[in-house]
């Protein structure tokens, strides 16, 4: 080992120093972490509530373009505008693509700024719709900050744009050249809303159209004052929106700022601290940003954004997209710095304190070490034989006071040993050879039997006789102790050695006192109680061979009992699934013959209305005959009238003589022909009446025919109701069956597994009675005293205790199970 041998005028000093700089240190390390934690916990509490603050207005923000959306798109001039575009667009004949752009874009003159394009000078059917409505949409986007404002037609065309970029009057609809674009699967989902509320929303993605920067667009369908939707309108959102919103910088030092993550990891806002373009291109990722995408707000710390050390605080964003979250940073050596000049100035500080003391306790130590060191001179001439040395400091009151006290009492010691005479000094070195001589038998005869003892012989005895009495008496105490311990170590190591052989009837017989006799009461306890438990070993071995002989016979029995109940419960479950089979088809057939019934019901009911409307036809078929004999009638009248004018002129041609005659030729043929037509019309009648006699035959029959299928068609119905409510409750059977049927298979499984249990328990309990025979062997080797040992206590009394408790448990749990629900297995088991 190394030894020290600087002096304690280096060591105190040292000490006085160390100490100092311990207690500097401690107390200036506990200062730096407990300043560090406070300034840590302060900047996350901090950037914790910035981050919340600024989540929460990006909600706002994007809950009022929402609101925004939603008012333009019930404004009666967005419908209008909508509407009036529309119609335009079909006023184009050929391509309303090529024209609207070469219109509007080509032949713009303000190429670098196409919407500040409001009209053409021009009558055209686009542009007198785009003089009314540019100028307004125009002025919202300025005023809210969106990048472009979209009108589109139920087919997917953009008939309008602030903007007119590369995606104006270009088709979005399926198939369409960007369809498959951001807009395009925003226009897609918003034409097929039908909720006037709904809004769609597509999260920040790279946009061909607005020269691949981001953009997120929100879009809506748009419905006239009619409630029916003529188109969509759509609002691009810049990702500097959003700078905007989170870009207030106040609180967060030089180093801190809030950003806007979204769930694939990328910035959805741009870094005040990078000239570049930071959405969907910097990365942010880590614990604390997948929390607060799950809807978490978390805090921790980060090297992966802006290769920096940094503290971080995220609170959720909830969009109708994927969500977003505002992440607020810090760098972590700027929330420290205050700390970090603390310690510097503590360190400052803590090194001109150490100066101070260093200074002080040398000071301080010369008055304690120039004494210490004066003290060993004169103890190192002491040492060396000089007895007139001086010792100094003797007066002090201190220690080293005390320590000169001392060391003047061995000088003058020293003086006096010196002055004895040289006869004195011959007699005591005598008595030190006669002592040392003593010292050196009494070692070997004591020794002897020590170390014999201690090597576990005790048969060694002290056999020296001394010339000092108290030195004899010393011997025969040991050589009594040594007689003592061989004795009783010998008593119980015969008994050991009989339980060893099995043998548990010996014992310590021998007088002894104090730790002997506690050991032999000990030894002959442990005999005594390990008879006892063998022979309780034995009465409980013969006890549990004939309760595992009961057990085993009645288990055999139930596992016998349950064999048959297993196969019967098999076969009940068999015959019930042919009667669910039988039951089934039945209730097939049944809905089979409903439906059937149901078909001719409908043809009766097409029969019965085909009847009426023949009953109908007959009606007007004898409305129209009674109408035709009325006509016939007034034709008779006209015939006779006919007739009787003829009949006049006749008499007035034969009066006026041969003047008369042409005449009279021509009143006779028209009295012929009106007779003639007397005559047809009299046969027309005739005939009119029969038709009409018979067609009232023939409604009657309808009408007859009519009541029967009437009555045919409430049987039908009837019939129908009743193979309804038939296969309805067939059905019912049928799940009923289905019910009792699964009920059986799960006893039916029960019931095997309660077999197997038992086939497991028979197993067990053979086990167990071999284990009992082998106990018995096993006990069967101890010798133990004729006496019967101490029984255990009875346990006979219990009503459920022991082996025969749990046998009856075992009994009654079997029959409950088994009985419950069916008397005859109740009644099969009552034996058991």
């Given amino acids: 080992m190394l030894k020290l041998s600087m002096p304690i005028a280096r060591k105190l000093p040292l000490a006085l120093l160390g100490s100092a700089l ?3 240190v401690g107390v200036g390390l506990a200062s730096y972490l407990i300043g560090s934690e406070a300034l840590r916990s302060s900047a996350e509490t901090n950037l914790a509530t910035l981050a919340s603050e600024r989540a929460s207005q990006v909600s706002t923000y994007l809950k009022s373009v929402e609101d925004d959306l939603v008012a333009t798109s019930r404004s009666e001039a967005t419908v209008q505008a909508l509407r009036d575009f529309a119609g335009a667009w079909l006023q184009f004949k050929v391509d309303p693509t090529a024209e609207v752009r070469k219109l509007y874009v080509d032949g713009n003159p303000n190429k670098d700024d196409l919407s500040a394009l409001e009209t053409l000078g021009t009558t055209g059917a686009y542009d007198v719709p785009h003089t009314r409505a540019h100028k307004g ?4 986007i300025a005023i809210r900050g969106y990048r472009d404002l979209y009108l589109f037609d139920l087919k997917g065309f953009m008939v309008y744009s602030v903007n007119k970029a590369e995606d104006f009057g270009t088709s979005f609809a399926d198939g369409g050249p960007l369809a498959t674009s951001t807009l395009g699967s925003v226009f897609q989902q918003a034409v097929a809303i039908e909720n006037p509320d ?3 929303f597509a999260d920040f993605a790279p946009y061909q159209a607005a020269a691949g920067l981001p953009a997120s667009f929100f879009a809506k369908p748009v419905f006239n004052a009619q409630g029916r939707k003529i188109g969509v309108l759509a609002i691009q959102l810049p990702s500097e929106r959003l700078d905007a919103v989170v870009g207030d910088r106040t609180g967060l030092g030089e180093t801190g700022e809030v950003i806007i993550a979204g769930s694939d990891g990328l910035l959805r806002s741009d870094s005040t601290f990078t000239p570049d373009n930071d959405a969907l291109v910097t990365p942010f990722a880590g614990p604390m940003l997948d929390a607060a995408l799950a809807g978490t707000p978390s805090g921790g710390e980060t090297t992966a954004y802006r290769a920096t050390d940094m503290l971080v605080a995220a609170a959720p964003i909830t969009t109708r997209g994927q969500p977003w979250a505002a992440v607020a940073v810090m760098a972590t050596s700027e929330v420290l710095a205050p700390v970090a000049n603390m310690r510097n100035m503590m360190l400052l500080i803590g090194a001109g304190l150490l100066a101070v003391v260093t200074a002080a306790g040398l000071l301080f130590s010369r008055t304690i070490t120039k004494p210490i060191t004066r003290l060993t001179s004169t103890m190192e001439a002491l040492a060396q034989g000089d007895l007139d040395a001086e010792v100094r400091g003797a007066e002090r009151s201190d220690e080293l006071g005390a320590m000169a006290r001392a060391v003047e009492v061995f000088r003058a010691n020293g003086q006096k040993v010196a002055q004895m005479t040289e006869a004195e000094a ?15 038998s009494l070692q070997r005869a004591f020794g002897d039997v020590v170390d014999a003892a201690i090597a576990g012989d005790f048969s060694r005895r002290v056999e020296a006789e001394f010339p000092d009495a108290e030195l004899n008496a010393l011997a025969r105490s040991v050589n009594s102790l040594v007689e003592t311990v061989d004795r009783g170590l010998g008593e119980t190591g015969e008994v050991l050695s009989a339980l060893a052989e099995t043998n548990l009837t010996r014992r310590v017989r021998g007088d002894y006192e104090g730790a002997f006799a ?4 000990d030894t002959n306890a442990v005999a005594e109680k390990l008879g006892e438990i063998v022979g309780q070993l034995r009465h409980t071995s013969g006890a549990l061979k004939t309760a595992t002989g009961e057990i085993l016979s009645g288990a055999n029995d139930l596992s016998e009992r349950t064999t048959r109940q297993a196969a019967t419960i098999e076969e009940t479950s068999a015959a019930m699934e042919q009667l669910t089979s039988t039951v089934l088809d039945s209730a097939s057939k049944a809905e089979a013959a409903s439906t059937q019934a149901k078909a001719v019901s409908r043809t009766a009911e097409e029969g019965g209305q085909v009847m009426a409307a023949a009953t109908e036809a007959m009606d007007r078929i004898t409305q129209s005959s009674s109408k035709i004999s009325n006509i016939i009638g007034l034709i008779d009248d006209i015939a006779f009238q006919t007739n009787l004018l003829a009949l006049n002129a006749s008499v007035e041609a034969a009066r006026a003589g041969d003047a008369g005659k042409g005449f009279a030729v021509v009143a006779v043929e028209v009295r012929r022909l009106a007779q003639s037509a007397a ?28 009541t029967k299928l009437s009555s045919v068609l409430t049987a039908i119905r009837d019939n129908t109701t009743a193979l309804e409510a038939i296969s309805r409750d ?15 298979q799960q006893m039916d499984e029960m019931t095997q597994h309660n077999a197997a249990l038992v086939e497991e328990t028979n197993a067990a309990i053979e086990q167990t009675e071999a284990q009992a025979n082998e106990l018995d062997r096993i006990v069967d080797i101890f010798t133990i005293d004729a006496k019967p040992a101490r029984a255990p206590q009875p ?3 219990e009503p459920a205790g022991g082996i025969r408790g749990m046998q009856q448990k075992l009994k009654a749990a079997a029959g409950s199970y088994l009985s419950r629900g069916n008397a005859a297995v109740d009644k099969d088991w009552s034996e058991f």
């Fill in 22 to 24: 311990l207690v500097s």
């Fill in 426 to 440: 011959a007699q005591v070195l005598a008595n030190q050879a006669d002592r040392a001589r003593m010292m050196v």
């Fill in 198 to 200: 709904d809004i769609v």
């Fill in 730 to 744: 067939s059905r019912e059977q049928a799940g009923a069956i289905n019910e009792v049927n699964a009920a059986i």
């Fill in 518 to 521: 506690r050991l032999k009461a």
């Fill in 679 to 706: 005559s047809a019309s009299a046969d027309v009648k005739t005939l009119i009446e029969q038709s009409a006699n018979e067609v009232r035959g023939g409604s009657k029959l309808v009408s007859d025919a009519s």
């Fill in 137 to 140: 949409f125009r002025s919202q």
């Fill in 795 to 797: 346990r006979a009394a």
